[in-house]
């Protein structure tokens, strides 16, 4: 190994004690592959454990905690008990290559397609369709649905620690209904669950704590718990960098595990609100200080791009779609051949990749996704 490199496969040990074997995270990515019931497909159990050998912590596809919940055709469920089993093989399958395995955990609100969610009721914070051609408008939650909604991060927690995982990850990011809760433009209720950004923080933090309970009440190991977010929005009004930094101080505060920054460039700027010529990450790094590690990612390709990162004092980075072109990205770098990391797919490359059908049907077929020559 080129001894610059040496950062990256030092050991990570959260607070609870859980230790990592590098600073290498598999990102979540939907991959569209599980049975129609539900389960984990024999396909994507093959995909993941092709790609659980080199990072120290693989961070699923997200699963939807209860049936309104369900974001895209082919995710799997952890909406019951009777997914504990699919889950359980999930979980395995990463941890025997040597991996911690994080199950991620959503809603995605407005963002549903009807036809995958029971009589097509889609509902989010607010009566406010997003802003893309034939969204839907949803319907607001009633309180009750909303304690309701809380209650099932919960109780997909304890499948989680029922199902064996290392953890999971809230997810909060990427526009679906946690960071709905949050931003103004989806946000327009007049209760405690929104106005001011105080208010919008409610539905996002109590989540925290009662997946924070389950936790105490069910875990009989150490069980991490991540929560990822989206610094901005595009739309207005919509999440400020102002507003992200009061969410990042409450979160910093819960006794989470990490804080995952969902962005497309790990050296992006902030819009507007906050200090344009720093990258994010290292304002919500400064700011979240010693209280909870954070993971970055971002179009981080090349391992200078990785030691660069972690450079900046973000003790993890997260690799996705370098780790689908690239399943032994991290061993590559190990090895002293990173030269030889492949930054491309070709036509031909889905059975050597193992990749399922329907992710790789999307990676061929949307442009600009992925570089294929």
Known sequence: ??????????????????SLKNRVVMAPMTNYSSNEDGTVSDAEI??????SGGAGMVITACTFVTPNGQGFPGEFAGDRDEMIPSLKRLASSIQKKGAKAVLQIFHGGRSCPPELVPGGDIVSASAVAEEKAGSP?????TESEIEAIIRDFGETTRRAIEAGYDGIEIHGANGYLIQQFFSPHSNRREDKWGGSVERRMAFPLAIVDEV??????????PFLVGYRFSPEEAETPGITMDDTLKLVDALADKNLDYLHVSLMDFWSTPRSGADTD???IEIIKELAADRVPIIGVGSIHSADEAQQALATGVPLIALGRE????????????EGRESEIRVTVSREDQERLVIP???????IHTPGWFPVV
Do not use: C, S
């Open 1 to 18: 190994m080129n001894t610059k490199y040496a950062p990256l496969f030092e050991n990570f040990t959260f607070n609870k004690g859980i």
């Open 46 to 51: 093959a995909y993941y454990e092709r790609r």
């Open 137 to 141: 408008v949803p319907r607001a939650l």
């Open 212 to 221: 924070n309970r389950v936790v105490a009440e069910h875990a009989k190991h």
């Open 278 to 280: 720093r990258p994010r």
């Open 323 to 334: 780790l689908i072109m690239e399943p032994d990205w991290v061993q590559k770098v190990e």
């Open 357 to 363: 059908g329907p992710l790789w049907n999307g990676i």
